[in-house]
Antibody, heavy 125, light 108 residues
Framework: QVQLQESGPGLVKPSETLSLTCTVS????????WSWIRQPPGKGLEWIGY???????NYNPSLKSRVTISVDTSKTQFSLKLTSVTAADTAVYYC???????????????????WGKGTTVTVSS | SSELTQDPAVSVALGQTVRITCQGD??????ASWYQQKTGQAPALVIY???DRPSGIPDRFSGSTSGNTASLTITGAQAEDEADYYC???????????FGGGTKLTVL
């Protein structure tokens, strides 16, 4: 079955850029949306943004100015870059497959059915 | 509104039925999906769409929607159901994803 694995530095300095990659294995990256979600310590889930396999993106308006998500279909990977990080960006970062299912005529289901295990990123000098 | 509101905490006696709710204007247009997150683990999908369960999710989990409120019901709660539960959906524009703040379920 499809599995996702996040990778990247666990420690980033303030004002620098956080860069993470999610590798998709056991299935195709095509025909799906792929999301990044984060969870600060002791807090809830926050959607960062998603990318369609074709490259189109949408970002959380609160993070849009600092976020870039890209995809490399040849490597079955998608990546997150978050610039100008502060301590508030310290979190567990998850990647997830964001499915869109046509359930009936003009009725869609949206859900995240496959998640990575998450990677902890700490912003500190 | 692009927000989804959940009660922070709910408790249920072992074997009883519990309903966890999620409120938001976008739920009038989009179904919620529900995720279970146990301590130290990634979230896992438990309900999506009108009332669909991924393979492997017990049938004691069910979902429903009425107006701007989505509900996750656990009929006959088990000790292993103790977890945080999150709802999410598209926002009213359909372009962004929103999560509820999460509900901590305690099984007594």
């Amino acid at each position: 079955q499809v599995q996702l694995q996040e990778s990247g530095p666990g420690l980033v300095k303030p004002s620098e850029t956080l860069s993470l990659t999610c590798t998709v294995s056991g299935g195709s990256i095509s025909s799906y949306y792929w999301s990044w979600i984060r969870q600060p310590p002791g807090k809830g889930l926050e959607w960062i943004g998603y990318i369609y396999y074709s490259g189109s993106t949408n970002y959380n308006p609160s993070l849009k100015s600092r976020v870039t998500i890209s995809v490399d279909t040849s490597k079955t990977q998608f990546s997150l870059k978050l610039t100008s990080v502060t301590a508030a960006d310290t979190a567990v970062y998850y990647c997830a497959r964001d499915a869109v299912e046509l359930a009936t005529v003009e009725e869609y289901y949206y859900y995240m059915d496959v998640w990575g295990k998450g990677t902890t990123v700490t912003v500190s000098s | 509104s692009s927000e989804l509101t959940q009660d922070p905490a709910v408790s249920v006696a072992l074997g009883q039925t519990v309903r966890i709710t999620c409120q938001g204007d976008s739920l009038r247009s989009y179904y919620a999906s529900w995720y279970q997150q146990k301590t130290g683990q990634a979230p896992a999908l438990v309900i999506y769409g009108k009332n669909d369960r991924p393979s492997g999710i017990p049938d004691r989990f069910s979902g429903s929607t009425s107006g701007n409120t989505a509900s996750l019901t656990i009929t006959g709660a088990q000790a292993e159901d103790e977890a945080d539960y999150y709802c999410n959906s598209r926002d009213s524009s359909g372009n962004h994803v929103v999560f509820g703040g999460g509900t901590k379920l305690t099984v007594l």
